[in-house]
């Protein structure tokens, strides 16, 4: 059974010869009953004091589990980014590389052209020049003839030693067929 303060105020005891003094007890009763509602009202102010906490603490976890939430989300976020960085890092490296390597293969096909584009111009050279010495040996063997024969043409102007090829300094494009059609002759 449970005691409230009200119940010891209105508590009321037989009265008897030998008993204790009544203004004592009641005395005794009555800061027993002050004392009962004073911890009544520390347990009251308690309960709602815990209720209070309880509520804070409730309110604090739901908080905790946002940050944690939150920060999987960033670790997530953060994760995804660096992934996507590295994916994009790697794409334009492999993208700089292909590029490269067209660089470098048509710098090479063009090294090749050029290469034989000299190759074939050392070789009309060698051409022009064997043309070029062979008509002008065909025009000294004819010389030669027509003095055998008697020719006597405009009058002499001394022979000069055969030319050297180095000492031409033709060029052989300002020839063009003209040296082709001399030599045929």
Not at 81 to 98: F, G, P, S, V, Y
């Amino acid at each position: 059974m449970r005691i409230t303060p009200q119940d010891i105020h209105r508590q009321e005891f037989n009265r008897s010869v030998r008993g204790y003094a009544v203004e004592e007890v009641d005395t005794f009763l009555e800061q027993v009953a002050d004392e009962l509602e004073r911890v009544h009202q520390d347990n009251t102010k308690l309960r709602d004091q815990l209720k209070g906490l309880e509520a804070a603490l409730a309110e604090y976890r739901r908080m905790e589990k946002n940050i944690e939430r939150t920060l999987m989300a960033a670790t997530q976020a953060s994760d995804d980014m660096t992934r996507n960085t590295e994916q994009k890092r790697d794409l334009i490296i492999k993208e700089a590389e292909l590029r490269a390597n067209e660089i470098i293969q048509e710098a090479q096909r063009r090294r090749d052209g050029l290469k034989g584009e000299i190759t074939n111009l050392g070789q009309r050279r060698m051409t022009y020049l064997t043309e070029m010495r062979a008509f002008i040996q065909a025009q000294l063997n004819l010389l030669d003839e027509l003095e055998l024969r008697g020719y006597k043409g405009p009058p002499a102007t001394p022979r000069r030693a055969p030319v050297e090829a180095g000492e031409l300094n033709l060029n052989v494009e300002d020839l063009g067929d003209a040296g082709h059609a001399s030599a045929d002759r």
